[in-house]
T-cell receptor, first 116, second 112 residues
Framework: GAVVSQHPSRVICKSGTSVKIECRSL??????MFWYRQFPKQSLMLMAT?????????EQGVEKDKFLINHASLTLSTLTVTSAHPEDSSFYIC????????????FGPGTRLLVL | ELKVEQNPLFLSMQEGKNYTIYCNYS?????LYWYRQDPGKSLESLFV?????AVKQEGRLMASLDTKARLSTLHITAAVHDLSATYFC????????????FGAGTILRVKS
């Protein structure tokens, strides 16, 4: 099956620093990638959708200047949390979808971010 | 505003028992997904339901979709401890699979 990886799996940073999270589709080309955030004991909330080579589409309430998304190739998308604050601490999960399979999103293992 | 409601939110059951988790949604969609999440882990796809009346079974789990009632069910038969996890339903509200809206999740604890 399709595999999506994320790196790092866990990161701790100081308040005010920026953190970059990578999402890679390992065995297929992902025309669309998605970034979700999940707070403890809560559901997944879609943050943004990115298509290769174009600007990401952010969901309402998500600050595009704070959560920078780059989908530079068909196998890689990055999420950069800029000037991170403790309230940004969360579990960030990416997913990827290939052009040929409508509706099938393959999820990465997630990145746990802790901002001190 | 789209709502995806799961119930119950927490389910504690004995091994060997049967139970059903319900997922109601408030908009038109004919694509619904069920996922399992273990603590600290990402989502594992369980079922993809793509049409009205779809029924899929895998082991002790069976999922169904009624698009007219906007209802999906996840039925657990003869539960075992290994089924303990959080289960999410997600509704695709786009035409091209680009937007999933998740339910709140059902925490399932199966007691030995």
């Amino acid at each position: 099956g399709a595999v999506v990886s994320q790196h790092p799996s866990r990161v701790i940073c100081k308040s005010g620093t920026s953190v970059k999270i990578e999402c890679r589709s390992l065995d297929f080309q992902a025309t669309t990638m998605f970034w979700y955030r999940q707070f403890p004991k809560q559901s997944l909330m879609l943050m943004a959708t990115s298509n290769e080579g174009s600007k990401a589409t952010y969901e309402q309430g998500v600050e595009k200047d704070k959560f920078l998304i780059n989908h530079a190739s068909l196998t890689l998308s990055t999420l950069t949390v800029t000037s991170a604050h403790p309230e940004d601490s969360s579990f960030y999960i990416c997913s990827a979808r290939s052009s040929g399979r409508i509706g099938t999103q393959y999820f990465g293992p997630g990145t746990r971010l802790l901002v001190l | 505003e789209l709502k995806v409601e799961q119930n119950p939110l927490f389910l504690s059951m004995q091994e060997g028992k049967n139970y059903t988790i319900y997922c109601n949604y408030s908009t038109t969609s004919d694509r619904l997904y069920w996922y399992r999440q273990d603590p600290g882990k990402s989502l594992e796809s369980l079922f993809v339901l793509l049409s009205n009346g779809a029924v899929k079974q895998e082991g002790r789990l069976m999922a169904s979709l009624d698009t007219k009632a906007r209802l999906s069910t996840l039925h657990i038969t003869a539960a075992v401890h290994d089924l303990s996890a959080t289960y999410f339903c997600a509704v695709d509200i786009s035409v091209d699979g680009n937007k999933l809206v998740f339910g709140a999740g059902t925490i399932l604890r199966v007691k030995s």
